[in-house]
């Protein structure tokens, strides 16, 4: 194995945190644990594993809302721990961003072959991560995890928001129709009013360009709207 991966362990049942842990060492891995959802998140922050194996039932905070924080501002590998038979649960922890799943009770021979394959997606994303990033200015969009950054601020959008910020910037410095927006972001099928784009506008300028004072998004009175590249 090349170095050394670290695996962050969160799970609060003593037993089988020990056993996870000397088995992933004996394979070669580095492992640091958690035994609750907040000191997860402060493990994670301080130590910045290469996968964590996450448990969804925890103290303090759930492994949903762990998973939820974390996807904020890393696309780090997610495998969620859940109790056999729990199908809301894994649907949960899929929905909340997790990459995978593991039903208790498990063999650590699943537990290696879904880390390997995490492991693998994680190295192809790695390999077209440029193709994932737009950049505008300081404004970048990771179309992996689906989040955004201005300079160091983690700007939290809706998928709406999100797919609309992400049209206009794949297309910066063009003037995009209300009509074209709605077919691509919103969908052919969509008989709504055309004021939705409007509205949506509002809320990306609110959480952007108004909040850090700097104009990213262009309107051209009766024809529509545009990312702008360089600043004004």
């Known amino acids: 194995m090349e ?15 020990r056993f996870v842990e000397l088995e992933l060492k004996h394979e070669g891995y580095d492992v640091v644990i958690a035994s609750d ?3 997860a998140i402060e493990v994670f922050e301080e130590e910045a594993p290469d996968i964590i194996l996450l448990d969804l039932m925890l ?3 759930s492994g949903i809302e ?22 809301m649960d894994k649907v949960m922890g899929l929905d909340s961003g997790a990459d995978d799943y593991i039903t208790k009770p498990f063999a650590i021979e699943e537990v290696f ?5 995490a492991l693998k997606h994680k190295r192809k994303d790695a390999d077209t991560s ?15 995890s689906r989040t955004v950054r201005l300079d160091d601020n983690n700007i939290e959008l809706t998928k709406r928001e999100f797919d609309l910020l992400a049209f206009l910037v794949k297309n910066k410095n063009i003037v995009i129709s209300r009509e074209q927006i709605l077919n691509k972001v919103w969908g052919y099928n969509y008989f709504g009013e055309t004021n939705v784009v409007d509205v949506y506008i509002r809320y990306l300028r609110t959480k952007i360009d108004d909040k850090y004072n700097q104009k990213f998004i262009h309107t051209i009175r009766g024809v529509g709207y545009y990312v702008k590249d360089d600043e004004e």
């Open 37 to 39: 959802g907040r000191k």
């Open 66 to 87: 762990v998973c939820r924080r974390i996807r904020k501002t890393s696309a780090v590998p997610i495998i969620m721990i859940t109790a056999k038979g729990e199908t």
């Open 113 to 117: 072959a879904r880390i390997r394959v």
């Open 3 to 17: 170095g050394k991966t670290k695996v962050l362990i969160v799970e609060d049942e003593a037993k089988l945190s």
């Open 59 to 61: 103290p303090g905070l």
């Open 130 to 144: 440029d193709e994932n990033r737009l950049k505008v200015r300081n404004l970048t969009l990771d179309l992996g």
